[in-house]
């Protein structure tokens, strides 16, 4: 691969750095240039690591920045590739190699080359092609190995007895067969960056960081780097919303105390008197959609907005399918709720009858138990993608919530542009109450910290 000075090199990463969304300016450029310097190479981990401390600001981008990373600074002159000519064999020294905790990265290489490669890949690797059908297959390679079954052997021959000790393998086990996974993975993204180029494959190879990937396309370990930025995005967002309160406290000018401060300024009212405003906090009911189709989405959101609930007096969670029940016993304060809570939800608390999702049966069972919840104070969020499976939206039961909440605002995990396609209810909606997109966790952090009342 035809490679770039290092300095011109960094500054084209730092540009597909913000492609990406990971924000660097000119001083963090600089250190990230002295770390290269000082680091070098040799080490790709110490290299990662110190490039990271340079560049990233943000939780969740740390997993894009290292495919970055590799595909830049360490895919120099790849060797050419060699398949094994015992597929048996590799896989038996494999398990071998997991089982002693030893580095994978060379077996990931020649497992790539045996069972990775399509399109005539093979036979152009280690030189550049052009070649549009060729390319190199993580996926292909895995699933010719059988992970799951290679993780089952692991455990069982790493000794230890007892159901504790069982439970700690599997767990070790898993981890190590993911390290390989990951490994196979930065192979094959340099392969192809080889065959493709590196600027190609940054663009079009490269996964997402989890503040940026969608909600409805997000696989289960997306869903699980998502849960880990729960706490630390909501305290940002609960810091934010604390200043805003306080600012708000700010009242109208009081008049006559204006007027007779401004005795000591000639009558000219200098320095105005505010009404101080009664401290209060506002009450918050989420109206959640929890259907397969959205889960994802109403699971995270759900985790933030009970994150946040030390900023309101009162949170209520209601959940739903085809019909709604109220589900905040489902939380407990200080505690993240466990993952697939929302399936749990389905099987257990009443939120469906048939399976598919009614919002006009939704909001008019709302209105008939539960309209007590909300107030002059309560701001209500709904989250769900408005698609009715062609059903009545039932505006006048939504109309009704609005009339009697301070705020109603709708969180919809689809893209805008599919708002008004198939069986949407989502542009109807949009003419009663404010409907907002949020794909994905910036999207939603965003939203959220923009109209959280104070």
Request: with cysteine; net charge neutral; hydrophobic share 40%.
């Amino acid at each position: 691969m035809n490679r770039a000075p290092t300095t011109s090199r960094l500054v084209d990463f730092v540009t597909l750095l913000r492609e990406h969304n990971i924000h660097a300016g000119p001083s963090e450029t600089i250190d990230a240039a002295a770390a290269l310097v000082a680091l070098g190479p040799a080490d790709p981990a110490i290299l990662r690591s110190g490039l990271a401390a340079c560049l990233l600001r943000r939780n969740g981008q740390r997993k894009t920045f290292d495919q970055l990373v590799d595909l830049y600074f360490l895919g120099a002159e790849l060797p050419p590739a060699v398949p094994s000519e015992n597929a048996d064999s590799l896989r038996e020294r494999l398990i071998a190699t997991l089982i002693q905790g030893e580095d994978t990265a060379e077996l990931a290489r020649e497992a790539l080359n045996t069972f990775g490669a399509y399109g005539g890949a093979g036979e152009s690797a280690g030189r550049v092609t052009q070649a549009s059908g060729a390319g190199w297959s993580s996926y292909l390679t895995m699933k010719s190995l059988r992970p799951d079954e290679i993780s089952e052997e692991v455990a069982q021959t790493m000794g230890g007895t007892g159901q504790f000790d069982t439970a700690v393998r599997t767990i070790e086990a898993r981890r190590r067969v993911d390290q390989f996974r990951t490994a196979v993975q930065t192979e094959a993204r340099l392969r192809s960056a080889e065959l493709r180029g590196t600027d190609y494959i940054a663009r079009r190879g490269v996964e997402t960081s989890a503040d940026r990937t969608d909600f409805l396309g997000a696989r289960e370990q997306d869903l699980a780097e998502m849960r880990r930025l729960v706490h630390p995005l909501a305290r940002k967002l609960a810091t934010r919303l604390a200043v805003r309160r306080k600012k708000a406290v700010r009242g109208q000018i009081d008049l006559r105390r204006t007027l007779r401060r401004s005795m000591a300024t000639g009558g000219v009212p200098v320095d105005p008197v505010l009404r101080a405003r009664k401290r209060g906090r506002p009450d918050l009911v989420v109206l959640a959609d929890v259907s397969g189709s959205v889960s994802g989405f109403a699971e995270f959101t759900l985790q933030l907005v009970q994150a946040l609930q030390d900023q309101f007096s009162k949170v209520r969670s209601f959940g739903f399918v085809d019909t709604c029940a109220e589900i905040t016993h489902y939380f407990t304060p200080g505690e993240p709720p466990p993952p697939g809570f929302a399936q749990n939800i389905v099987r257990e608390g009443g939120v469906a009858r048939f399976g598919s999702s009614n919002y006009g049966e939704v909001l008019q069972g709302f209105v008939d138990h539960y309209l007590d919840a909300v107030g002059p104070r309560t701001c209500v969020l709904i989250l769900g993608d408005a698609r009715t499976n062609r059903t009545d939206p039932n505006l006048e039961a939504l109309q009704a919530i609005t009339e009697r909440a301070k705020a109603v605002y709708w969180l919809n995990p689809e893209p805008s542009r599919s708002w008004s396609t198939g069986d949407s209810a989502a542009q109807d909606y949009t003419d009663i109450v404010t409907m907002h997109e949020c794909r994905n966790v910036a999207q939603l952090a965003e939203v959220i910290g923009r109209l959280l009342p104070a």
